[in-house]
């Protein structure tokens, strides 16, 4: 009976402790509501309190922007002021210098409008003076006009003839002293060299017994000797010597290097002999080429064909009257430079017909004829150029020199060997230059005649006065100078003489 009651009061025991427990849960949920709903109330009030501290910073804010702005508008307003005012003295100003210019504008029209009223008053007391003086003279303007012209333009013509006389005559004195310096100088600046002209050739031996072996058993080593060497070999009482002699001076210098070879080798016989003069006769061949090659070398020319420097080497073993004729040439090729230098000739021709001039004298005893036409001929043939080869068959005058470069050589060539300054002209030459002197002179306008005088070293020309004045016969002087130094091969300068003379021709009756 008891653990029902038991049961039922735990059961209302549980019941009374849950409803306490509920009803303290409300009281604490209540509690924590109400707690936060003052916190709630706090944080509105705080953003109320910040919300209104913002507002008013902003209202500071804007009160302040806008006074600025209205500071700014202020300023503003004042340099626009300023600006305006500054703007309007400027219109005024401008206004102001404007009416000056248009009264200075029209003070120039007044004086424009005077100046061209004095103007036309000028002119018509110019027009009425230029008529009177019309009157009074007899001519138009234009004819006044022309004759002052052609009073003026004949005194500078006379003026300019006169000075242009002066001119040559200080010109053709300057020119001899000039020459005469030329000559001395062309002297005294090429060195010559001279060696004794010799035909026979002296060759020392060291004892009298090599004679005899020269000459061996029966004489067949000097018939060797002399039949390999082209010579004549002379054994006489001359001690510890023999002698060469021959007309041929390569050979003769080819007989002599040989004996002295076979000498100090002293094996002597007939085929040694050949040998030896085999040998140095290509060793003399190689001397006389290296020979015309120094030669052109030393004088300047180049572009020689072998052949022709063989030649020319030869010169080396020859000689004319005491003088080395190789240093003949090259002597004779810088007298030539120098001169032509001076003279405002082709120097490189000069030079190579000064060094070429002699060259057949290397081969004047193999051909027939003179030692210039020899050596133009050969030049020729080995490709020198036909200028060259005029000079070289020209300087000694027997055949028409064609060049003032070959006057220039023919110098040259009588200063480096005898310096006679002798020249020569043969009567056909002269005739052929005089005439060509007078068809050149006839060849111009307004020419009338023309005579070659003073064995054609001056020109004087006879001029039609109507159609040549005195302006036109310098110039004609000049064009005819001109032709003569294009058309024409001479020696020295000719002169041109233009003569222009005015006949007045009347008859009494």
Do not use: W
Request: glycine share 6%; with cysteine.
């Amino acid at each position: 009976m008891n653990e029902p009651l038991i049961f039922v009061a735990i059961g209302t025991a549980l019941i009374a402790g849950l409803a306490i427990g509920y009803f303290i849960r409300q009281l604490q949920l209540e509690r924590q509501i109400k707690a936060r709903q003052e916190e709630a109330e706090k944080i509105v009030e705080k953003a109320r309190g910040q919300a209104r501290d913002i507002e008013k910073q902003a209202r500071d804010n804007s009160t302040k922007q806008r006074k600025e702005a209205d500071d700014e508008i202020s300023r503003r307003r004042a340099d626009m002021a300023r600006e305006d005012e500054r703007l309007q003295r400027r219109r005024t100003d401008l206004d102001k210098r404007m009416e000056k210019v248009e009264k200075g504008d029209q003070a120039l029209n007044k004086r424009q409008s005077a100046m061209d009223k004095r103007a036309n008053e000028v002119e018509k007391y110019r027009t009425q003076i230029i008529g009177e003086l019309e009157s009074v003279s007899g001519m138009s303007k234009e004819e006044a006009k022309s004759r002052l012209l052609e009073e003026v333009e004949r005194e500078a013509r006379t003026d300019m003839v006169r000075i242009i006389r002066r001119i040559e005559e200080e010109a053709q004195l300057e020119g001899e002293r000039k020459a005469r310096e030329l000559i001395a100088d062309a002297i005294q600046r090429v060195a010559s060299e001279h060696v004794s002209e010799v035909t026979v050739s002296v060759v020392p031996l060291p004892s009298d017994e090599m004679k005899g072996r020269i000459i061996g058993r029966n004489g067949r080593n000097i018939r060797a000797f002399e039949q390999a060497a082209g010579v004549d070999v002379i054994v006489d009482d001359t001690p510890e010597a023999v002698t060469i002699s021959c007309f041929d001076s390569v050979r003769r210098e080819v007989a002599r290097r040989s004996m002295e070879r076979l000498v100090v080798d002293g094996r002597i016989h007939p085929a040694h002999i050949e040998k030896i003069v085999g040998q140095v006769n290509t060793e003399v061949e190689k001397l006389i080429a290296e020979a015309g090659e120094q030669a052109a070398y030393d004088a300047g020319v180049h572009g020689l064909k072998p052949e022709v420097l063989n030649k020319l080497g030869r010169l080396k073993y020859r000689t004319s009257y005491g003088q080395n004729q190789l240093a003949h040439a090259v002597e004779s090729a810088q007298l030539s430079a120098v001169i032509a230098s001076e003279l405002g000739a082709d120097v490189e021709l000069a030079k190579a017909g000064g060094l070429l001039h002699d060259i057949g004298k290397a081969m004047d005893h193999e051909v027939e004829g003179t030692h210039a036409s020899i050596g133009a001929d050969f030049c020729r043939r080995h490709g020198v150029s036909d200028q060259v080869a005029s000079i070289i068959g020209s300087h000694h005058r027997e055949m028409a020199q064609e060049s003032v470069e070959a006057v220039i050589v023919e110098a040259a060539d009588a200063i480096s060997g005898a310096r006679p300054g002798a020249r020569r002209e043969g009567l056909e030459e002269y005739i052929k230059r005089v005439r060509a002197l007078e068809d050149i002179a006839n060849s111009f306008k307004g020419v009338s005649e023309s005579y070659a005088l003073q064995a054609g070293r001056e020109i004087r020309v006879i001029v039609q006065p109507e159609d040549i004045d005195d302006l036109d016969s310098l110039r004609l002087a000049r064009d005819v100078a001109s032709k003569i130094e294009e058309g024409m091969s001479y020696p020295g300068q000719i002169k041109v003489t233009v003569i222009r003379e005015t006949r007045a021709i009347d008859y009494a009756k």
